[in-house]
């Protein structure tokens, strides 16, 4: 069945460094991929999505891109700041089956000034 | 306001009681999904609605949980005779469509005694 698999946290990091958070996905067809952040005290909102291979999805400074071949769609971030602190969720829907939504048990992101 | 809005926020029971789950969406979204998200877990998806019906409620963890949508609006879940491992966040999230981002709602927590 459809999966998603992120890399365990939680992952800390200085400000201004490079983040990467690896996600990999099992699914049939061309499912589409999303990333979800879950800021303290706060709901999931969406981050970022790409619906196709090598679409590459971006918003505040995010990127993620749709690489079918290496089935990931790993989050980078070229320089973090403290108020980038959350947890991550990559997911996917399923091709032609949007009733369900897969996602990874998320990633605890910790940025320190 | 303009989000998705769950109620209560927080809920603790004592086993074996009943507990009603209820979910506004935002206006206008026609989907609507119900997660779960234990402690240390990933979330996991419950059921979904377009409409008012659920094509599909295999992910319903047994049948003491139950889930309708009236209306095309407000959504409620239910547990009967609840059990500790029911104690988790639910969260509720809506679409315009079912293939469109999500928007989530602050979740209850659900604490079983």
């Known amino acids: 069945g459809d999966s998603v698999t992120q890399m365990e946290g939680p992952v800390t990091l200085s400000e201004e460094a490079f983040l990467t958070i690896n996600c990999t996905y099992t699914?049939?067809?061309?499912?589409?991929l999303f990333w979800y952040v879950q800021y303290p005290g706060e709901g999931l909102q969406l981050l970022l999505k790409a619906t196709k291979a090598d679409d590459k999805g971006s918003n505040k400074g995010f990127e993620a891109t749709y690489r079918k071949e290496t089935t990931s769609f790993h989050l980078e971030k070229g320089s973090v700041q403290v108020s980038d602190s959350a947890v991550y969720f990559c997911?996917?829907?399923?091709?032609?089956?949007?009733?369900?939504?897969?996602f990874g048990s998320g990633t605890k992101l910790n940025v320190k000034p | 306001g303009a989000g998705v809005s769950q109620s209560p926020s927080n809920k603790v029971t004592e086993k074996g009681k009943d507990v009603e789950l209820r979910c506004d969406p935002i206006s206008g979204h026609t989907a609507l999904y119900w997660y779960r998200q234990s402690l240390g877990q990933g979330l996991e998806f419950l059921i979904y609605?377009?409409?008012?019906?659920?094509?599909?409620k295999s992910g319903l963890p047994s049948d003491r949980f139950s889930a309708e949508r009236t209306g095309g609006s407000v959504s409620t879940l239910t547990i009967q005779r609840t059990q500790q491992e029911d104690s988790a966040v639910y969260l509720c999230?809506?679409?315009?469509?079912?293939?469109?981002?999500?928007?989530f709602g602050d979740g209850t927590r659900l604490s079983i005694l």
């Open positions: 997911a996917l829907s399923g091709y032609g089956n949007f009733n369900k939504f897969y």
């Open positions: 609605f377009q409409g008012n019906s659920a094509p599909d």
């Open positions: 999230a809506s679409s315009l469509d079912k293939d469109q981002p999500q928007h």
């Open positions: 699914a049939t067809g061309y499912p589409s």
